[in-house]
């Protein structure tokens, strides 16, 4: 069974950072291409960052270039996102999906989703 567990997020004042972490079980991480992916209430998903399979080339949205970066450790199948110099505009609710690394992926295989709040 394909499960995709979150953990890291947390309360943080502007400017501050957090490590996300993505524990993969079902399958190899570095099989497949992975994104993380933030929602806030009543917008859609929106891709945040992603890594393909393999060799694991990385890709980050412009909104968060230069602040976040994603990484994978396959010895311990899991995927973290690191946020640095976070804004409130990054609060949402964080998830780690797996399927595409440029684009939201469907549904079928995300994790619960981890809350990153960023308010003084």
């Known amino acids: 069974e394909v499960q995709l567990v979150e953990s890291g997020g947390g309360m943080v004042q502007p400017g501050g950072s957090l490590r996300l972490s993505c524990e993969a079980s079902g399958f190899r991480l570095s099989q497949y291409a992975m994104s993380w992916v933030r929602q806030t209430p009543g917008k859609r998903p929106e891709w945040v960052s992603g890594?393909?399979?393999?060799?694991?080339?990385?890709y980050t949205a412009d909104s968060v270039k230069g602040r976040f970066t994603i990484s994978r450790d396959n010895a311990k199948n899991t995927l973290y996102l690191q946020m640095n110099s976070l804004k409130p505009e990054d609060t949402a609710l964080y998830y780690c999906?797996?399927?595409?690394?440029?684009?939201?992926?469907?549904?079928?295989?995300w994790g619960q989703g981890t809350q990153v709040t960023v308010s003084s």
């Open positions: 999906a797996r399927g595409f690394a440029r684009l939201v992926p469907p549904r079928d295989y």
């Open positions: 890594i393909n399979s393999g060799a694991g080339a990385t």
